[in-house]
């Protein structure tokens, strides 16, 4: 190795690799990027000024079922792991759950909405909020957040498992098909509205979760906010609980929402029908089920009864929260649009084949950057911050605790304010894959690359330790303008 770095063989590596991807850029049309102002007619901004005067809680719940009939006669590839990897069956089907909440305070409503999908960039999530905002079926509709939750064995809904690296894996049938469902979903939960008293309490879970990457740093706190209707209907949990939806494993060919779905069915049942959504966390890291060594690569007969005890176990949970305690009617939000310089060549080249759909744009220097978006919300009096986050951020980017200049693989300080030195509520949390995917958020002193492949190999740093997660990253400027934009956007709120 160290004559061929001698002879400079990693950097002709390199700079090849660079050349390709200029002279891609190069001939990729103009029509390909776009601007943030062209891609956030729809993004809904939230408030500008905070209030806390609501009057009630309203809130309503709808779900759409997105499998599709013909999963067995069309071919629909699995996302998570594997390239051609199609469906073979159904274990559980693939949801749209949507939440409709209002304070009553005459400023609008807000919804929050899960999808059973790995990920769904924000173009995708801009096509549903079009339908619904042009429906004119919900008026006064402020915020319209809507979640992937991470599930590994659903339908490819970003593009990058088809048959092959370069090929689109979205089927663009059932792609039309969810949005049409997914907004449907909306509307219904804003039509089955009701009036009623809304809760938070949490819970603190032990020995289920594991990060597979160091520091080793994860919330292991259940969220639970929960709608009780003033008619006496069944109630509304909306679960926050932060781990990579994967606990079928790798060999899976069934569509499924994976643990979350066992999570609903248990909770549905012990409590006689409520209604049950999952948003997951900051599950860069990686912050996955404690037994990973035992399921991961697992025959599926033992993997699903291990999806089913997972799920079942975290709704014991949540189930088990005996410290609610009432939101006073109050919902704020806001969002901003951003640019997000990407360095990763494998993601910059699947994009411009037209796998990726995220949207793209182009400075004077022919740097690409991608588009997206962060929102900040709050529910209640000070009592709930919620960071919406458009991908897996590791955990320590929320708690502030980063590496060391000596224990990460660059040698440096991570220089961040990280998410809990913004906080301002009693109890805040992450909520992951909000309004688009962009992959793994890593602090920079620890965002390893390999040498001559850097986003194509995984790199192994100087202490042994794989950087598997920098292959599906934006590049290093990506926590810190994710960061810097949440900030700004915190401290732009006025009350």
């Not at 609501?54 to 792991?81: C, H, M, N, Q, S």
């Not at 060549?345 to 793209?360: I, S």
């Not at 740093?461 to 290093?476: A, F, M, V, W």
Request: charged content about 25%; glycine content about 8%.
């Amino acid at each position: 190795m160290e004559i061929l770095r001698f002879l400079h063989l990693p950097e002709l590596v390199r700079g090849i690799i660079s050349a390709l991807l200029s002279f891609i850029i190069l001939f990729v049309p103009n029509s390909t990027y776009t601007t943030v102002e062209d891609t956030s007619k729809h993004m809904l901004t939230g408030d500008e000024i905070f209030s806390y005067n609501g009057e009630k809680w309203t809130v309503g719940f709808a779900r759409e079922v997105l499998t599709p009939d013909d999963i067995t006669e069309e071919t629909y590839y699995i996302a998570g792991y594997n390239t051609n990897n199609p469906a073979k069956s159904v274990l559980d089907d693939m949801y749209a759950k949507a939440v409709y909440l209002d304070d009553n305070s005459g400023r609008g409503g807000v919804v929050i909405c899960a999808i059973d999908c790995m990920g769904i960039s924000r173009k995708d999530i801009n096509d549903i909020r079009k339908i619904v905002i042009e429906s004119g079926k919900i008026p006064n509709l402020k915020s319209i957040n809507i979640c992937a939750t991470h599930t590994h064995s659903a339908i490819d809904t970003q593009g990058l498992w088809g048959k092959n690296f370069l090929s689109d894996g979205k089927n663009e049938e059932f792609m039309n098909e969810l949005k049409e469902r997914t907004a449907n979903s909306i509307i219904s939960a804003y039509i089955n509205r009701k009036d009623g008293n809304l809760y938070f309490g949490t819970a603190e879970s032990e020995g289920l979760l594991t990060d597979t990457r160091e520091p080793i740093d994860y919330d292991e706190t259940v969220t639970s906010i929960r709608f009780d209707p003033a008619d006496g209907s069944n109630d509304t949990y909306i679960v926050n609980f932060t781990c990579h939806a994967e606990m079928l494993g790798s060999k899976t060919t069934f569509v499924s929402a994976d643990f979350p779905a066992y999570m609903d069915k248990e909770i549905n049942e012990r409590t006689g029908g409520a209604n049950v959504v999952f948003l997951n966390g900051a599950v860069g890291g990686l912050i996955t089920g404690a037994e990973i060594d035992t399921f991961l690569r697992a025959d599926t007969e033992f993997t699903i009864e291990h999806t089913k005890q997972f799920g079942k176990n975290v709704a014991n949970l949540v189930l088990s929260i005996n410290n609610e305690v009432a939101l006073a009617p109050a919902i704020n939000v806001k969002t901003e649009a951003i640019e997000i310089k990407c360095d990763n060549t494998a993601l910059l080249l699947v994009r411009f084949l037209e796998v990726l759909n995220n949207d793209v744009a182009k400075d004077k220097d022919r740097n690409i950057s991608i588009i997206s978006e962060v929102s900040y919300m709050e529910l209640g009096n000070n009592q709930i911050g919620i960071y919406m986050i458009p991908g897996e951020l590791s955990p320590e980017l929320e708690s502030g605790n980063f590496m060391s200049a000596e224990e990460s693989a660059n040698g440096t300080e991570a220089d961040y304010k990280p998410l809990s030195e913004m906080a301002r509520c009693e109890h805040n949390f992450v909520l992951g894959l909000c309004n688009d995917e962009l992959g793994y958020i890593i602090p920079e002193n620890d965002f390893f690359l390999h040498e001559w492949l850097p986003y194509f190999n995984n790199a192994v740093d100087l202490s042994g330790r794989k950087h598997y997660e920098e292959t599906n990253s934006l590049g290093p400027q990506a926590a810190g303008a994710i960061l810097e934009a949440m900030d700004e956007l915190i401290s732009s709120t006025k009350r």
